[in-house]
């Protein structure tokens, strides 16, 4: 039940209401669900959105991280610079572009300049190469 629990507890919180199990041992959790079914399935997004994060990704055996430091970390691990080859690309791909202009400091942005934030999304390719994506 556990791994039911993990990957669709929206389901088992009804079926345990369709069959008042919610008094029974192991079962108590679905009793939110019946109080206030929409708080309910809003704490479980929020629950699915975390447990999501905790596990590692892989594709294509290449594990994907989720942060420009967990990339140098598996670089680390790994004994290469794959990763970091990878984000200095993209980032010299964006500045040839002459889009933007990298600040360390918010507060050293020009008054006539908007911050726009960036979001860097890894990616590993079938032949082993490593691709990033900047999302604004």
Not at 16 to 42: A, C, D, M, V
Not at 111 to 127: E, N, R, S, V
């Amino acid at each position: 039940m556990k791994s039911i629990k993990e990957s669709d507890p929206l389901t088992l919180a009804k079926y345990s209401h369709e069959n008042q199990l919610y008094n029974l041992n192991g079962w108590k959790w679905t009793k939110r669900h019946k109080q206030n079914p929409n708080k309910f399935i809003r704490m479980l997004r929020i629950f699915k959105a975390k447990s999501r994060n905790a596990f590692k990704k892989f594709k294509f055996g290449v594990r994907n991280p989720r942060s420009v430091p967990d990339a140098l970390q598996i670089d680390k691990e790994n004994g290469n610079n794959l990763w970091l080859e990878a984000i200095n690309k993209e980032l010299e791909e964006l500045m040839k572009m002459d889009t933007f202009i990298f600040k360390d400091n918010i507060n050293d942005i020009p008054h006539d300049y908007q911050f726009i934030p960036t979001h860097l999304i890894f990616d590993a390719k079938y032949d082993g190469r490593r691709k990033i994506s900047g999302r604004r």
